[in-house]
């Protein structure tokens, strides 16, 4: 892939997704949210637009709306994104829930605003996404303040198990689990005294190459910006122990001053090829041109990876050291043995309804998974 960028306006925190033959392109607008479609994924300047939610003027939840990410789950379209009160600034960020009436997710009319996330914690809130290790339990992760905390110092990836595409299990019965703090140098500015773990995304590549989530680590108003990976330790593990996940030490995806851009990669989402034998992933990321220039210029991009930069002793990715050539893949080198990784003949591309489109599963024919009750949640538990 050319890592140019592939509009022709700011697309911080892109989102997409490959579904109808076609891609379609999220990313954050302020105060509305558009669906954007493409037959190619690198080329959304003359895309087909749809405005499907875009609150009044000063009305509730009309500020601050980010990271809009598009989901199919049960067969029915969802769109999970941030939005505020108007004046009531960061303390005020929930997540929001829009669904659709139609299996085109074009279709503007279809779509409706549900509202706050229910069950979710009264506490800053942002970035969510949906995702499903098993194809049978869905979860939600989240970029968060603890609960009282206002001091905007400590903001973290949180995880807990949703009822419905609708409702989370109420706080005050599962307390959401802190997966992920920003405690590496890396991830840490203003002297140290403030990190940030946020844009989570869902990544579950074959053979066990990677599953987990990778993350945004340091603060997108600054060039230091980067993709962490989180890594679920075991297919078993449960999502809701903190003990389950494990952050790799190094970035998967940094820049470099000291070479031309783009600065500043983060927020990023993933498709993986659906070519038998090809094990490329594509990373859709947003970036600025030059040095230095907080959230002007944040452009989506495509850079093409491979399982070794997932591998945990991996070194990081150097998006700058992208050359103007289609077959580019990867940056930086792996100091570690490659690993070969071998993909079934007969393997297919499968979307499971529970997780979003952008992720492909190889997996058996096993029935998609139901939907929880509150009950037996508990049961389980």
Request: charged share 20%; aromatic share 10%.
């Amino acid at each position: 892939m050319s890592n140019k960028v592939i509009a022709h306006i700011d697309t911080p925190d892109p989102w997409m997704v490959q579904a109808n033959g076609v891609y379609y392109l999220t990313f954050t607008l302020a105060n509305r949210i558009e669906i954007w479609e493409s037959p190619l994924m690198e080329d959304f300047f003359n895309a087909r637009k749809a405005l499907v939610w875009q609150p009044e003027p000063g009305s509730r939840w009309a500020a601050d709306i980010w990271a809009p990410e598009l989901h199919l789950i049960k067969g029915v379209w969802y769109i999970y994104a941030t939005a505020s009160q108007p004046g009531v600034g960061n303390p005020g960020h929930r997540t929001i829930v829009l669904r659709s009436a139609s299996q085109d997710p074009m279709e503007e009319a279809a779509w409706e605003f549900i509202g706050p996330l229910k069950g979710m914690p009264e506490a800053f809130s942002i970035d969510a996404t949906v995702f499903s290790p098993n194809g049978e339990d869905l979860y939600i992760c989240w970029s968060g303040w603890p609960v009282g905390d206002n001091s905007d110092t400590k903001q973290d990836l949180y995880v807990t198990q949703m009822i419905s595409p609708e409702e989370v299990v109420d706080s005050s019965i599962l307390p959401p689990a802190c997966i992920a703090c920003a405690d590496l140098p890396w991830e840490r500015f203003d002297g140290g005294r403030r990190g940030i773990n946020e844009g989570p995304t869902w990544l579950n590549l074959p053979n066990g190459a990677f599953t987990g989530i990778v993350f945004s680590g340091h603060a997108s108003f600054t060039s230091e910006y980067k993709l962490g990976l989180l890594r679920l330790v075991a297919p078993n593990a449960d999502p809701l122990d903190p003990k389950s996940w494990e952050k790799r030490p190094v970035p998967l995806l940094m820049n470099d001053k000291s070479m031309p851009g783009p600065y500043a990669p983060g927020h990023a989402s993933f498709l993986l090829s659906s070519e038998p034998g090809d094990d490329k992933v594509f990373c859709i990321y947003h970036a600025t041109d030059n040095w230095g220039e907080g959230f002007a210029n944040r452009k989506a991009r495509v850079i093409v990876m491979g399982p070794e930069h997932f591998a945990p002793d991996a070194q990081p990715i150097c998006c700058s050291k992208a050359p103007d050539n289609p077959f580019w893949r990867g940056g930086a080198t792996v100091d570690s043995p490659q690993r070969t990784l071998s993909r079934r003949s007969t393997a297919r591309q499968k979307i499971d309804e529970f997780a979003n489109w952008s992720l492909f599963i190889l997996t058996s024919d096993a029935a998609i998974g139901r939907v929880l009750t509150s009950e037996s949640i508990m049961k389980r538990r």
